[in-house]
């Protein structure tokens, strides 16, 4: 009897245990134990907010469901503030590489800049030091000073490259005059000093070289100035875009799309791809406005990076300063007769009286120039000791091999942000309503106006924020259109500070664009019975010192340097004085 009692015995208690399995296992399935791990670990809020098994909220206002729920109102609300957070710091972390690079690049253009002007302002003053120890003390002041205008120019200052140039000249030319012109004659006064300060681009002792230099100058120095300003605004423009502000509308469709789904209970499973493209361009609708003046500002940039070693390179242009500066030296010297002609009839009789058994004009003093000296001014010199030499090269290529990659980064940002573990592409994925096998929505392009048809949400107006970046970025493409150095044929680019134009295709001899010797002219208006001229980079008339004697009419010499034939250009007079020349 108690055989038979037994196994009905065992076979209740396998009822009883089986009864209890499911009721466990049933309870376990009902829980919000996994949605309050999550809730947890990724610091949305308080664990209190979390219910331990789901129920109702009929105050839900995003994450609406008919059946049991893990959400309560503040739960959404504690969601809205993560999804921000969450999607801010997804977007700077993308911009974080792009940021870097260019402020990166500031620093490294800047400090390879600044080595190029300090490495070729003391190879300009190694000239003084070397061929013309008479000038070497005096002159040394006026080339950092031009040097210094040139660092300002490059870094933005409103300063002029032409007015620091035609500066330099009016500085250095009672320097040469009284020094190897006439190295005889007494120290010059302070007042006829200024005089031939202020007569020089009238009495033009230097030749073209003046007006060549600035030219030169201008075109190379743009580039680099253009260049610093364009990595100033795209710094400023990644600045605003980390602190653009995500809609009400944005939060919580991104709450739909990532946390609706965990209260169900399923918070492994991951939006659909198109889903998540539809929110992502709904969200970044007026950060992807600037996708179209980005691509033209990288474009900008090629342009300008491209034109630092181009037709008028930076590297090669400030060294040919030295060259240039020797060539305007070389040229007073080569016309100092004519020279101490007109200075006379302008300034006064700055000259010693000559011997009573001295006759003619006195002789023209040429100082020997070492070989790098003495390259034409077209072929700038390339010293070998430049410690940064080709570096400018070798960063512009760097630069732009990177910046390159990043042409389509606003269009892209809403596709990066849906990769990786956000979405999945195969098997289920979450459609914002329920566990689906695809997306079956209209996925919507780009840009505010795709974001009409955009069915999972609604985009009301661009960003205040990112409009005024966006407008800032236009106008900054729009005044560089045409004016990169290459380009500089199809529109005139005025130097900002200097307001004057580019120099004109026409030249005349108020440019001072005579440079063979075969005629030099004193220009002037006749003002009364004096001189003017103009300042550079001005339209007011310069006056003649009071102390000059006022000549009668404009002083114009017609003929031609001693010792050189009619005709003879200024090359070939270099060339025949070069053969004469004899080492001390």
Known sequence: MSRGIFPRVKLCWMLVTVALLVKVSGVKTHSCHEVKTTFQMRQIGPLKWVPETPGTDADLQICKHKGPTCCTRKMEESYQ????????????????????????????????????????????????????????EDAGSHVSELFTDIALFIHGANVSVESAVQRFYDDLFPLVYARLVNPGMAALSAELAECLRMTRQDVNPFG?????????????????????????????LLNATEYAALSRDCARALVRMQYCSHCRGLTLIKPCVGYCLNVMRG?????????????????????????????????LALLGIRNQINDAV?????????????????????????????????PVTVTPV?????????????????????????????????????????????????????????????????????????????????????????????????????DRLERFNQEMQGKTP?????????????????????????????????????????????????????????????HAPRPKDAVKVTGHAPAFAPGLTLPAACLLAALHWRPH
């Open 81 to 136: 503030v993560a999804v921000r957070r969450e999607t801010l710091q997804n977007i700077r972390s993308y911009s974080f590489e792009l940021k870097y690079l260019i402020v990166g690049h500031i620093s490294s253009f800047q400090d390879t800049f600044q080595s190029l002007v300090s490495f070729t302002m003391n190879h300009t003053s190694d000239l003084f030091d070397s061929t013309y120890e008479a000038l070497s």
């Open 486 to 546: 290459q380009e500089r044929d199809r529109g005139a680019w005025l130097e900002t500070g200097s307001g004057t134009p580019e120099g004109s295709a026409d030249c005349d001899d108020e440019d001072g664009c005579q440079g063979s010797g075969d005629e030099a002219e004193v220009h002037g208006e006749r003002g009364g019975d004096s001189v003017v001229g103009k300042e550079p980079g001005s339209d007011t008339p310069r006056r003649t010192p009071p």
């Open 283 to 315: 969200c970044l609708a007026a950060l992807s406005e600037l996708d179209q003046p980005w691509r033209r500002y990288v474009s900008v940039l090629e342009g300008l990076t491209d034109s630092l070693a181009g037709a008028h390179d930076l590297e």
């Open 208 to 236: 073209p070289h003046p007006r060549a230099l600035a030219q030169e100058l201008t075109r190379a120095l743009r580039a680099g100035r253009g260049l610093s300003q364009a990595l100033a605004v795209g710094a400023e």
């Open 370 to 470: 070492t070989p790098v000296t003495s390259t034409p001014a077209s072929t700038s010199p390339q010293p070998s000791d430049h410690p940064q030499q080709g570096q400018l090269a070798h960063l512009r290529r760097e630069f732009m091999g990177y910046i390159q990659r990043y042409k389509s980064f606003f269009a892209a940002l809403p596709e990066m942000l849906c990769e990786g573990e956000m979405v999945v592409d195969d098997f289920s994925c979450w459609s914002g309503e329920d566990v689906v096998q695809s997306y079956s929505g209209r996925v919507v392009g780009n840009g505010l106006q795709a974001q009409r048809q955009n069915p999972e949400m609604k985009v009301r107006g661009p960003d205040s924020i990112l409009l005024e970046v966006k």
């Open 330 to 362: 070389l040229y007073t010297q080569l016309h100092g007769p004519r020279l101490s002609t007109i200075v006379d009839k302008v300034c006064g009789q700055l000259t010693e009286a000559a011997p009573a058994t001295t006759a003619g004009p006195p």
